[in-house]
């Protein structure tokens, strides 16, 4: 394919990622993918082994969201979204059954990228959507598949975003939003072009704060994003900046008993987060010749990470009196309606306020070069690059504790039915904040203190051959190898006498494939068929966490680290895409991804907070994704089917007290075999729904007023805690009732009953409005979930310390759920001068 500089260019103006061209584009038509998340030349999408789904800054901004993860949440195939951290800056992302969440401790299976850099957080490897301002997007695809050119964690898929520059929105804005939540958003962007048009470049803040629906949940962030640009007929250099400051607050699981008539009730307080970034990169692409391409970036990041979360605490303190148990037992010296308390025993939940501080620093670099040239007088394309990522890990954890029992109080005894009381110290407000505050008492204990070194070098190469017209070939394959390397600052080296030390160096290399071919009987028909591995290194925090003797408390406290095996995914991937008419488009696909040795939380015996990472065996998700869009005089839809079978595909062990069909005297559950997932596995991602139905409709009222929505259905999904598919409501096994013992008191008993072991489907229709004043003024509405559904995004079978009024007591079993936002809405101006406002 011979291809000149100046239509290359000129679709590079349009495309922040650079992508290139085939014969005949028009800058006009964009229908094309780089192979790599690099510059680089193009492929047109029709030759393309995979259903890559595109967004644009245009309909991601028309939508209610305030992350792009709502966007892909009720307009992607096969993606759902579950505001798993109870903020929605900080939402997991689930495709096709693997994630991209902010959540430490997370086994994560999707790969993002910004401009070419990814930007998964080293410790942990989470995405965090608050730190990708959403007004910076100047074009994002869903690439399925474990395609291994996006290099670690590529298991299900990789999300590229390329940010927009001042060719794209020249001019200044400003714009403004208000509705719901006392939601407040104030946005200025700037962005022009050089007289020689060789200059170009891009400025934009955001400040958004809001209350939130849920009670003590409010969130402020700040969100700049800079970009400059230059360009010659040969050469072009980009660089970025994005900065944050921002501060969440998300209560997650709230226990079902507890949201009886109030669905904004919280569980505990404060769960606090402080994400502080700076990310710097510098991209750049030089045509050598008509033909051959070199394209590059570098970058830096800084990363600060500030927690604090109020929890229920797990202890054990023996006075001597015998047996553990999850209440106080008494021991009284008379039965004349007072006595003094002598000792209890606890192995119970209290008060602990956990703080956390991380910080990272990244590095990296990378090159390729694409050769865009005959072969055997076969049109062709091969690119061949290199990549090197170092990161510098300091993470430190803090725990305060106040007990609500101490060795002294006064208990009071009702001689009759044998009930009994206790005067204890306070360790909850009316709120359900800790209550840590006081004398000094509490001394602040540091639990976890580590210094990682990580670097990742890679290989990697593609090829894509047209053996003629029809029929298309590309191959490919990506090395990694990737050291972790951990120093326990708090207990030391490792030693016959310190087996708690984190200190530790893990070596993991791989060489993953991937081999696609694509036939094109006609224009309007796409047939392709593909097969690709990609893998991921078990991350710091899971080998910090990986002692069977030793559990640890997630999120992220850990004990000493036994090598894991890296996890390697496995995809075949089958579809075709079309159009039935020049307005009508539609697109199939089915898929089947392995995870060997997958890595998964397993609880330790005992305790339902505590355990360690595994390798346990395989997972498997398979499924089927139809979308069908089109496109009359004024009307445009779109309508996509997913279905996703995520499910265990080797029998182990979990522990689940709160399970019906547990063991009686162990609480562990047998996974078998074909299980649906209702998570993975370690009891904290979001729900996999079975199936999704997605549809979007716009009108066109007038040329300068339309009129959008969007319909979202999720089908029942398994409850975490449900692995074994058998939990049943409301049985005798499930209730939480305790025989009173005579020689020692009678303990508080509760009858409250686990819930279901599912969560019920669930349907959600948003209205978005556009109104064009002219003159540079622009009005828009936003408003979700117009008919107000209650409903539950994920659920889990827990236990929880209070009753439904808040009051705290005895261990109440009860499914813990995260509750749909309710009805809401938003209105916003925008007002644009000294552009053109028609380039945005």
Same mark, same amino acid.
């Given at each position: ?278 990310? $710097?990169? $510098? ?445 049943? !409501? ?48 622009? !009005? ?61």
């Amino acid at each position: 394919m011979k291809l000149k500089i100046s239509a290359i260019v000129a679709l590079a103006l349009a495309s922040s990622a650079s992508l290139g061209a085939a014969e005949k584009i028009t800058t006009s038509t964009i229908n094309v993918y780089s192979a790599t998340p690099l510059p680089s030349l193009g492929l047109p999408l029709n030759i393309i082994p995979a259903n890559i789904q595109i967004a644009t800054p245009k309909a991601i901004n028309a939508q209610s969201g305030v992350s792009l993860a709502d966007y892909m949440s009720t307009n992607m195939q096969s993606v759902s979204v579950t505001e798993m951290g109870g903020n929605p800056w900080q939402p997991e992302v689930t495709f096709r059954g693997y994630s991209a969440s902010p959540l430490l401790g997370m086994p994560q299976g999707m790969s993002t990228y910004v401009d070419g850099v990814r930007v998964n957080e080293p410790f942990g490897d989470v995405t965090l959507w608050d730190k990708i301002p959403n007004f910076a997007i100047g074009g994002m695809q869903l690439v399925p598949g474990s395609n291994p050119m996006y290099g670690l964690n590529t298991l299900g898929g990789a999300i590229a975003i390329q940010t927009k520059s001042g060719r794209q929105a020249q001019g200044v804005g400003i714009e403004a939003e208000y509705g719901s939540w006392n939601r407040q958003r104030a946005l200025v962007e700037y962005g022009g072009v050089s007289k020689d048009g060789s200059m170009d470049f891009y400025i934009g803040h955001q400040t958004t704060k809001e209350d939130g629906w849920r009670q003590f949940s409010p969130s402020h962030l700040n969100q700049t994003f800079a970009k400059t640009g230059w360009q010659s007929e040969k050469t072009k250099l980009d660089l970025s900046y994005i900065g944050t400051d921002n501060k969440l607050i998300g209560n997650g699981f709230t226990p079902e008993h507890m949201l009886s008539g109030d669905r904004d009730q919280i569980h505990t307080r404060p769960d606090w987060t402080n994400n502080y970034y700076h990310h $710097l990169a $510098l991209n750049g692409s030089h045509w050598i010749n008509n033909d051959v391409m070199l394209s590059g970036n570098t970058y830096w990041r800084k990363s600060n990470r500030h927690t604090k979360n109020g929890d229920l605490y797990e202890s054990e303190m023996d006075t001597g009196l015998g047996d553990h148990d999850i209440y106080p037992r008494l021991y009284c010296v008379d039965t004349s309606g007072e006595c003094e308390l002598k000792g209890s025993v606890l192995n119970t939940s209290h008060t602990v306020l956990n703080t956390s501080h991380t910080k990272q620093d990244n590095y990296g670099l990378a090159g390729q070069i694409t050769f865009n040239q005959n072969f055997m007088g076969m049109k062709n394309q091969f690119i061949a690059g290199t990549g090197f990522d170092y990161s510098l890990i300091r993470f430190r954890q803090n725990e305060k504790v106040n007990l609500s029992d101490k060795t002294e109080g006064t208990v009071t005894f009702d001689a009759e039915d044998g009930s009994s009381a206790v005067s204890a110290t306070p360790v909850w407000d009316v709120s359900r904040e800790a209550i840590l505050a006081g004398d000094g008492s509490l001394p602040q204990t540091q639990t976890v203190g580590l210094t990682g070194k990580q670097w990742t070098a890679s290989l990697f190469a593609t090829d894509t051959l047209s053996l003629n017209d029809k029929w298309h070939l590309n191959a490919g394959a990506r090395y990694n190898h990737t050291k972790v390397d951990n120093n326990d600052t708090l207990r030391g080296a490792y030693s016959a006498d310190n087996k708690r030390s984190l200190t530790a160096t893990d070596d993991y290399k791989r060489l993953n494939p991937s081999i696609g071919i694509t036939h094109t009987p006609t224009d309007k028909l796409s047939i392709f068929g593909t097969y690709s591995e990609s893998s991921r290194a078990p991350t710091s925090i899971e080998l910090g966490c990986s002692n069977p003797e030793v559990g640890c408390l997630l999120p992220s406290a850990m004990a000493d680290d036994p090598p894991l095996k890296q996890v390697v995914a496995k995809t075949y991937d089958f579809g075709a895409r079309g159009s039935v008419s020049d307005a009508v488009k539609w697109n199939a696909s089915i898929y089947h991804a392995m995870n060997h040795q997958d890595i998964q939380f397993i609880r330790v015996d005992g305790s339902s907070s505590r355990g360690y990472y595994s390798n346990v065996g395989r997972t498997q998700r398979q499924g089927l994704d139809l979308g069908l869009s089109g496109q009359l005089d004024r009307f445009r839809w779109s309508s996509n089917y997913s279905y996703i079978r995520a499910t265990f595909d080797s029998d182990f062990t979990l522990l689940s007290g709160s399970n019906s069909s547990s063991d009686a005297a162990d609480n562990y559950i047998e996974v078998k075999k074909g299980n649906r997932m209702p998570s993975i596995p370690e009891h904290r991602m979001p729900s996999i729904p079975e199936h999704q139905f997605k549809a979007r409709a716009q009108y066109d009222v007038t040329p300068n007023w339309s009129v959008g929505t969007n319909l979202v259905y999720f089908s029942d999904q398994f409850v975490m805690g449900n692995e074994n598919n058998k939990h049943a !409501a409301n049985t005798a096994a499930c209730l939480n009732t305790e025989e009173g013992d005579n020689d020692h008191g009678t303990l508080r008993e509760n009858t409250y009953a686990c819930g279901s072991g599912k969560i019920k489907d669930y349907t959600v229709v948003n209205l978005d409005t556009q109104y064009n004043f002219g003159g540079g003024w622009k !009005a828009f509405a936003k408003a979700i979930n117009i008919f107000d559904n209650d409903y539950y995004v994920a659920g889990r079978l827990a236990e929880t310390m209070f009753d439904a009024s808040g009051a705290y007591g005895g261990e109440i079993k009860s499914r813990g759920v995260i509750p749909g936002a309710p009805r809401a809405a938003w209105i916003g101006v925008r007002y644009e001068f000294g552009g053109a406002p028609e380039a945005k």
